[in-house]
């Protein structure tokens, strides 16, 4: 089955840092990636969607500018939390389609101190 | 939004039992999925639905896309320890291009009981 890569797992850093995280489509091209955030004992939420080559589309409530999405290729995708705070610890996913259904990555713990 | 309506929350059995649960939403989906998570982990797939009224089955597993396009279900047969974990359905307006970014229920936590 596809396989999706993200990295790292585990963040753990001090407020104010930049953190970013990777995912990428392993054994496919994926014509489009997404991002989620799931906080503790809850569902997920659709942060963003990222076609290679061009801008994401963010959803209503999510912060481009903290958020930033990079999909330089058609397996790699980008996250980068930007000046993040105690606020924005969650566990980022990502999943990866080239026409239905969407794979998950294995998520990253992010915990900012 | 749309939101989903996942039912149950959780849920208590024994080693054997069947499950079921649902999901059903206030506005029309055009494909559902039903994902299983484990802890730490992200969602894995289990099973999709792309037409009203289609059922289908993975290994013990069924789940049907309702006729309205506004609910789903997913049914375990013979439970067994390793379906413990938390059942997500989702809905995807796409009719299946995959453009389009998923909204998940609030999950169904499966507890088995030895």
């Known amino acids: 089955g596809a396989v999706v890569s993200q990295h790292p797992s585990w963040v753990i850093c001090k407020s104010g840092t930049s953190v970013k995280i990777e995912c990428r489509s392993l054994?496919?091209?994926?014509?489009?990636m997404f991002w989620y955030r799931q906080f503790p004992k809850q569902s997920l939420m659709l942060m963003a969607t990222s076609n290679e080559g061009s801008k994401a589309t963010y959803e209503q409530g999510v912060e481009k500018d903290k958020f930033l999405i990079n999909h330089a290729s058609l397996t790699l995708s980008t996250l980068t939390v930007t000046s993040a705070h105690p606020e924005d610890s969650s566990f980022y996913i990502c999943?990866?389609?080239?026409?239905?259904?969407?794979?998950f990555g294995d998520g990253t713990r992010l915990s900012i101190l | 939004g749309q939101q989903l309506n996942q039912s149950p929350q959780s849920m208590f059995i024994q080693e054997g039992e069947d499950v079921s649960m649902n999901c059903t939403s206030s506005s029309i989906f055009n494909t559902w999925l039903w994902y299983k998570q484990d802890p730490g982990e992200g969602p894995v797939l289990l099973i999709a639905?792309?037409?009203?009224?289609e059922l289908t089955s993975n290994g013990r597993l069924t789940a049907q896309f309702g006729i309205t396009r506004k609910d789903s279900f997913l049914n375990i047969s013979a439970s067994i320890p390793s379906d413990v974990g938390i059942y997500f359905c989702a809905g995807q307006e796409d009719s299946g291009g995959g453009a389009d970014g998923l909204t998940f229920g609030k999950g169904t936590h499966l507890i088995i009981q030895p």
């Open positions: 639905l792309y037409k009203a009224g």
């Open positions: 999943s990866a389609t080239k026409g239905n259904p969407q794979h």
């Open positions: 054994d496919f091209q994926a014509t489009t």
